[in-house]
């Protein structure tokens, strides 16, 4: 299995950027599908981003708007969102899950097929 930490979230103004950080540690971090999600409060938890487990394919949700870039450095064993130009909605604990796979270039937006999740990083964006 694998571990995730999330860091790097905190109270930012509009406009501002941010760059959330996910280490892994556990099994072979390649072997792993990453994705970031968020959770507003009283809403469901959202897919914002995903990247495959070795061919750098990526997958966003439509919302994004250019304004959120998933990374990763599998020799870091660490997965990254950056964001710019943040907005007051884009308040939410930030999550990123881990999806196991043998395939390179799987990826998914679907929240039942991360198995693992960190306990999340909160982002605060004020107008």
């Known amino acids: 299995q694998v571990q995730l930490v999330e860091s790097g979230g905190g109270l930012v103004q509009a406009g501002d950027s941010l760059r959330l950080s996910c280490a892994a540690s556990?099994?072979?971090?390649?072997?792993?599908?990453m994705g970031w999600f968020r959770q507003a409060p009283g809403k469901e938890r959202e897919f914002v981003a995903a990247?495959?487990?070795?061919?750098?394919?990526?997958y966003y949700a439509d919302f994004v708007e250019g304004r959120f870039t998933i990374s990763r450095d599998n020799a870091k064993s660490t997965v990254y969102l950056q964001v710019i130009s943040l907005k007051p909605e884009d308040t939410a604990v930030y999550y990123c899950?881990?999806?196991?796979?043998?395939?390179?270039?799987?990826?998914?937006?679907?929240?039942?097929?991360?198995?693992?999740w960190g306990q999340g990083t909160q982002v605060t964006v004020s107008s």
């Open positions: 556990g099994r072979t971090f390649s072997s792993y599908a």
């Open positions: 899950a881990a999806d196991y796979t043998l395939y390179s270039d799987y990826l998914t937006p679907r929240r039942i097929d991360y198995r693992y």
């Open positions: 990247i495959s487990a070795r061919s750098g394919r990526t």
